[in-house]
């Protein structure tokens, strides 16, 4: 297939069907990174493949995109969409701008797709299992967790999760502000362990050994001059870097101690944020995929699972 194309052309392909009801016991976490979750929707369907669909299921950002379809239990939804509709203005362009303020078009991707992939709502609201969206408070700069089981409209919750600072229009929840849940907690394992599960896997979409640079200088500038209005916020922007690296340190030690298992790219993950190339994205999704399959016996050990 030519770089350039609009779609992936193994679509069709593409690992699909339906998990079996099977509930496992423990939560699974879901890194962000906008396209880079690409390698989570692989996870996700090799696990669902397995009937490994965790009890609890908390996102951010991206992960909460992907989280909605896996707690639908939908295999291979989320890959068909990114793969398929990338380069669709309703989703990524002038018109998802137009219609929603922002990079991505969440009118078309929480409503438009139910016309040709609907997803298994029934299901995704059954109350056995649940879905925590990540957002942050553009008032105070702090994370806030909304469950599906709790909140009047969970995929406002989703929308707002994702909704990449900068670039985007602040979304209104219940009276409140917010924005990406990664501004706050790209990696939410601590609430997790507030919430004392004791089988908790980590879905990542960097390598377990990266780390993010200082703040870019031109951010910087750009951060006081937006969110000057929201000190909280903008502090908040300007420690993440530093905070996510102290996430990944202690992710490492909690790893090392077996309190947390972790699933991370196998190799050098190469995909922008914003990534056009379906090709690339569909290589990362079959990273994720293989990545997935490679320890699924791992995984039932570490939940004890048959």
Not at 33 to 42: D, H, N
Request: proline fraction near 4%; glycine fraction near 8%; charge should be positive.
């Amino acid at each position: 297939m030519k770089k350039n194309n609009k779609r992936f052309s193994g679509i069709s392909k593409l690992p699909n069907g339906n998990t079996s009801n099977k509930v496992v016991p423990g939560c699974i976490v879901l890194e962000g990174g906008a396209f880079r979750g690409l390698y989570t929707s692989g996870v996700l369907d090799a696990l669902m493949q397995f009937e490994i669909n965790m009890q609890c299921t908390v996102g951010t950002s991206a992960g909460a995109l992907n989280g909605f379809n896996y707690v639908a239990g939908q295999i291979g939804r989320s890959a068909r969409i990114n793969l398929g509709y990338r380069h669709d203005s309703r989703y990524v362009g002038l018109e998802a701008f137009k219609n929603n303020k922002g990079i991505i078009g969440f009118d078309f991707l929480m409503k438009g797709t139910q016309y040709f992939d609907p997803l298994n709502m029934p299901r995704f609201m059954n109350p056995t299992r649940d879905f925590i969206a990540v957002c942050t408070n553009c008032k105070t700069g702090r994370p806030e967790y909304f469950s599906k089981n709790k909140t009047q409209d969970i995929f406002k919750a989703v929308q707002a999760s994702a909704t990449m600072p900068y670039v985007s229009k602040m979304v209104e929840i219940e009276d409140g502000l917010y924005l990406d849940g990664g501004c706050s907690d790209k990696i939410a394992y601590q609430w997790a362990l507030d919430h004392d599960f004791e089988k908790i896997i980590v879905v990542r979409t960097r390598q377990r050994e990266y780390r993010k640079g200082e703040t870019n200088p031109l951010v910087q500038k750009m951060t006081k001059r937006l969110y000057a209005g929201y000190p909280a916020l903008e502090k908040k922007l300007e420690s993440m870097n530093s905070d996510y690296n102290k996430q990944c340190d202690e992710l490492a030690r909690l790893e090392n101690e077996g309190r947390i298992f972790t699933i991370a790219p196998s190799k050098p993950v190469n995909v922008s944020r914003v990534e056009g190339d379906v090709d690339k994205l569909a290589n990362l999704y079959y990273m994720g995929y293989l990545d997935g399959l490679n320890q699924i016996q791992r995984i039932k050990e570490y939940l004890e699972i048959d």
